[in-house]
């Protein structure tokens, strides 16, 4: 069965930590995102990357990087967290643009909050 | 402003009936349009793809339709039954953007199946 996996389901972290956010799938997708979902907000993308070591800022790239060093895995960092990112956090991959009928498949989602 | 907008109120209906979920927006030419289902705490789940010259798509009990003169997208369940109650979610690809199918997502409609 296909996957996307993200490391933790839950994250407690303090307000001025780095935050890593992990995500691994094995589908050979080349293109690989991160949302975030907030009650009333709908999925906001933070950042995408359509191929190793490249990537591109979405709708709301502030305070967060993302790091993509091998075509599976792609990272999401919260250089300095804050309160008002306290969300879930969703990572999805796709194959490009045109390929037949194919969606986004996500992960579970993590839900982090910073106290 | 570009938008989409599906109804913020949940949809509750008998089973047996056909629910029908409505997406539109605004200042939007999408090139194609996705439906995904999402159960509480789970990440959203790819179901349906159509395309700009496509008018309607069928999957099983699952049909989608797609007006691009009136800019909106109706989603139908056939036969509902209470494991199909769940956050239905639209989302669209704004234009072709090469590698990297970026989706923009409506912030979803709830539905409930009642016995």
């Known amino acids: 069965d296909v996957k996307v996996t993200q490391s933790s389901r839950y994250l407690v972290k303090r307000t001025g930590e780095k935050v890593f956010l992990e995500c691994v799938q094995d589908?050979?997708?080349?293109?690989m995102f991160w949302y975030r979902q907030d009650p009333g907000l709908g999925l906001r993308l933070i950042y995408f990357?359509?191929?190793?070591?490249?990537?591109e800022k979405g709708d709301i790239p502030e305070g967060y990087s993302v790091s993509r060093e091998k075509k599976e895995r792609f990272s999401l960092i919260l250089e300095s967290a804050s309160t008002n990112q306290t969300s879930m956090y969703l990572c999805?991959?796709?194959?490009?643009?045109?390929?037949?009928?194919?969606?986004?498949?996500f992960g579970s989602g993590t839900r982090l909050t910073v106290v | 402003s570009q938008k989409i907008e599906q109804n913020s109120e949940a949809l509750n209906i008998q089973e047996g009936k056909t629910a029908t979920l409505t997406c539109n927006y605004t200042?939007?030419?999408?090139?194609?349009l996705q439906w995904y289902r999402q159960d509480p705490g789970r990440g959203p789940v790819f179901l349906l793809l159509?395309?700009?010259?496509?008018k309607e798509k069928r999957k099983e009990r699952l049909k989608v339709t797609f007006d691009t003169t009136l800019k909106q997208s109706l989603f139908h369940i056939t036969a509902s039954q209470p494991a199909d109650s769940a956050t239905y979610l639209c989302?669209?690809?704004?234009?072709?953007?090469?590698?990297?199918?970026?989706?923009?997502f409506g912030t979803g409609t709830q539905l409930k199946v009642e016995l």
């Open positions: 999805a991959s796709s194959l490009p643009t045109g390929n037949k009928d194919y969606g986004y498949t």
């Open positions: 589908m050979d997708h080349e293109n």
């Open positions: 990357s359509y191929d190793v070591k490249m990537k």
């Open positions: 200042n939007y030419s999408p090139a194609y």
């Open positions: 159509i395309r700009e010259n496509e």
């Open positions: 989302a669209l690809v704004p234009v072709f953007t090469g590698g990297g199918n970026k989706l923009t």
